[in-house]
């Protein structure tokens, strides 16, 4: 047995429903990284969890060779300078710059998505209106004319860093009766969104639709509850 | 219209976000022009150049503008490969400084804006948020600085020494006008020698603006939050 020919052990601790995990399989499974993938039981974390991210005791995590690394756009940047083939980023710094200012902005927008369906009231519209000027900022400034993807012909990093915005959102403003995502008002937007889910990559590893709505309504119904006690 | 190589800061004094990239180009001995904006009237550049949030700072190089702190910061370690490396070379150390670059950025700033910004029950909560994640930090250096903190030179300060400097560099003027105390060095010593030995840095200190301005500044945003909670 040639210990140096040895494989790089690759765990990933996630859950399911969280579209943080989404975005280090997408990144995986398109650089061909073989791993072994762990669904953590959020209400009841391991101890393989609590001891590799003690200090936010979330997913996702990727564990490299017994190395704990936390946070997924921390997690992304790592996994693109290990495993460099087909890259998620530009080469070119100024372009590279430009992509990492449109994954922050994903970072900081995207937990209004996750609002809409943990509020109501006055709080749920205001989590609406964040999301709307995510999205209109998106499609004013962020997607270029004539480009397919953020990353040009192919996805790259900024495309994954947006999936809550091409899956996530649709199915949670559905559920909660708002109409933020308007075709007719985000043309751009809209096809990304399109192109974005019809990449074989991404389309064969989504959560299910049904599933996911089946236990926002648990989770929606016990964040109220608690709410009014 | 000569825009080779040409290096141009937007920033406020009052910024800590802009005072990061500051630092960053000044330690990296990079000469770069600085233009003071009013935010209360932003000039039209910086409009342009940051259509998404119209916020300072934006670093303009070469005619390409660049926004948000923490992605200029990782544009000037990459394209100046001179002076400090702002962030390691190891690609498992670069994960462990990113991580607790977004900790310091996220968590940190935030709840201490909240400190800053708020009174009574309000701030009671965010102060006891804070000494708690200020608590996080201190048991997390020990991966950065598994030893004892080591001396802080213009040679050696990468990007978590210019976070926790432009937020705490001034913590006993934040100290003296909130009146409590943040940094204790019986419960957080690391993050005290580490704030000490930054604080010493001349480079540091030449770039703070005047104690009675940065008193001045702290006061001011004090007096707005107390008159904002009492109405």
Same mark, same amino acid.
């Given at each position: ?229 | 219209?000569?825009?080779? $190589? ?55 190089? +070469?005619? +390409?503008?660049? !926004? ?26 670069? !994960? ?30 965010? *102060? ?27 040679? $050696? ?33 690391? *993050?005290?020698?580490?704030?000490? !030995?930054? +604080? ?32």
């Amino acid at each position: 047995m040639a210990e140096a020919e040895a494989e790089s052990v690759v765990k990933l601790l996630g859950a399911w429903l969280s579209p943080y995990c989404y975005r280090v399989i997408w990144a995986l499974k398109l650089k061909a990284i073989p791993y072994e993938y762990i669904e953590e039981d959020l209400s009841a974390k391991s101890p393989l969890l609590l001891q590799s991210n003690p200090v936010h005791k979330k997913v996702p995590v990727l564990i490299h060779d017994g190395k704990p690394i936390s946070e997924s756009t921390v997690i992304l940047r790592y996994i693109e300078e290990i495993w460099p083939q087909n890259p998620l980023l530009p080469t070119d710094p100024y372009e590279k710059a430009v992509a990492l200012f449109w994954i922050k902005f994903a970072d900081d927008k995207s937990p209004s998505i996750s609002k809409l369906y943990r509020s109501d009231g006055e709080e749920q519209q205001q989590a609406a209106k964040e999301c709307w000027e995510m999205l209109e900022a998106m499609e004013e400034e962020g997607l270029m004319e004539g480009k397919k993807f953020f990353g040009g012909d192919e996805i790259n990093m900024v495309d994954i860093a947006f999936c809550s915005v091409a899956h996530w959102l649709g199915v949670i403003q559905d559920f909660a009766g708002l109409k933020i995502l308007e075709p007719h008002r985000f043309p751009k937007l809209s096809s990304w969104i399109l192109n974005f889910k019809s990449v074989p990559m991404i389309k064969e590893n989504l959560p299910d639709t049904d599933k996911m709505i089946a236990l926002l309504k648990r989770r929606r119904e016990m964040l109220l509850a608690a709410k009014s006690n | 219209m000569e825009e080779a $190589n040409k290096v141009r800061l937007h920033g406020t004094w009052r910024s800590p976000y802009a005072k990061r990239v500051e630092l960053a180009l000044k330690l990296k001995g990079i000469a770069f022009e600085y233009v003071e904006e009013d935010l209360n009237n932003k000039s039209p550049s910086l409009i342009q150049f940051n259509p998404v949030y119209k916020k300072v700072p934006v670093l303009v190089h +070469n005619g +390409n503008p660049i !926004a948000e702190s923490l992605c200029i910061i990782e544009y000037i370690d990459e394209t100046w490969k001179i002076g400090p490396r702002l962030l390691p070379q190891d690609p498992y150390r670069r !994960a462990k400084v990113r991580f607790w670059a977004s900790f310091i950025h996220q968590q940190l700033y935030e709840t201490m804006l909240t400190v800053m910004k708020t009174a009574g029950e309000a701030q009671e909560k965010a *102060i006891n948020q804070l000494l708690e994640k200020l608590q996080v930090l201190e048991e997390g250096m020990q991966e950065f600085y598994p030893d004892e903190v080591p001396s802080i030179t213009a040679q $050696n300060m990468g990007i978590l020494e210019i976070l926790i400097c432009c937020l705490l560099g001034p913590y006993k003027l934040q100290e003296q006008v909130l009146g409590i105390q943040i940094i204790n060095p019986e419960t957080t010593p690391r *993050i005290f020698s580490w704030l000490t !030995a930054i +604080n010493q840095v001349p480079l540091v200190k030449d770039s703070a603006p005047a104690e009675e301005k940065t008193l001045a500044l702290l006061k001011f945003v004090r007096d707005i939050a107390l008159k904002s909670s009492s109405a």
